[in-house]
């Protein structure tokens, strides 16, 4: 069995073909047969694990595993306690409650300049959200539910697997010590 952590640059489509042209995990991943468990979207950075296991794909995405997903998010404003307090007990996003969250306010982090800089129109906050489920655009969709839309997204974990060590576009192979302790965190025990 192989697994990759791999940092997705922004702009980077989570597949390996794209019939539209736009830059692929083909362009930074040169091993065979293995596959993204779980997406980012085109304007979201961060955090990949991929694997030629199918049994561990299925295991990081499902979400009755609970795998906590970390993230830093830059949004839009500064946000208040009643918003991050919404945020944790979860937000209405579209049509269907979101699970509870743990939702902190974070001073700006150290992270690598995007490739297409943000230009914030005012104030900006940076908050670190660990999820344990993972809806399309879930995230942007909630920071938007309390009124500060998100302006950057970089998950820097997944489970104790961290973006440690890597620059966007670059990749490593995960040991068998942090694979068996990925297996770990799916066990009923494990909350956020």
């Given at each position: 069995?192989?697994?990759?952590?791999?940092?997705?640059?922004?702009?980077?489509?989570?597949?390996?073909?794209?019939?539209?042209?736009?830059?692929?995990?083909?362009?930074?991943?040169?091993?065979?047969?293995?596959?993204?468990?779980?997406?980012?979207?085109?304007?979201?950075?961060?955090?990949?694990?991929?694997?030629?296991?199918?049994?561990?794909?299925?295991?990081?995405?499902?979400?009755?595993?609970?795998?906590?997903?970390?993230?830093?998010?830059?949004?839009?404003?500064?946000?208040?306690?009643?918003?991050?307090?919404?945020?944790?007990?979860?937000?209405?996003?579209?049509?269907?409650?979101?699970?509870?969250?743990?939702?902190?306010?974070?001073?700006?982090?150290?992270?690598?300049?995007?490739?297409?800089?943000?230009?914030?129109?005012?104030?900006?906050s940076w908050l670190r959200l660990v999820l344990q489920e993972g809806r399309k655009r879930q995230i942007r969709h909630m920071t938007a539910a309390v009124g500060f839309p998100t302006l950057r997204l970089v998950r820097?974990?997944?489970?104790?697997?961290?973006?440690?060590?890597?620059?966007?576009?670059?990749?490593?192979?995960?040991?068998?010590?942090?694979?068996?302790?990925?297996?770990?965190?799916?066990?009923?025990?494990?909350?956020?």
């Open positions: 069995m192989r697994a990759i952590a791999f940092f997705k640059p922004y702009g980077v489509l989570t597949a390996f073909q794209d019939s539209e042209g736009r830059p692929t995990l083909k362009q930074y991943i040169p091993i065979p047969e293995v596959y993204p468990a779980g997406r980012l979207d085109l304007d979201s950075e961060g955090l990949l694990i991929l694997s030629d296991e199918g049994r561990l794909i299925h295991f990081l995405t499902d979400p009755r595993h609970r795998i906590p997903k970390t993230y830093l998010v830059q949004v839009e404003g500064k946000v208040t306690e009643e918003a991050l307090a919404a945020l944790q007990r979860g937000v209405m996003v579209k049509g269907k409650k979101t699970r509870r969250c743990d939702a902190l306010m974070i001073p700006e982090p150290n992270l690598p300049p995007r490739s297409k800089p943000i230009t914030p129109h005012g104030e900006t820097v974990a997944i489970g104790p697997v961290t973006l440690e060590g890597l620059q966007p576009g670059e990749w490593r192979d995960l040991g068998a010590e942090e694979i068996r302790r990925l297996w770990e965190y799916g066990q009923p025990t494990r909350r956020v």
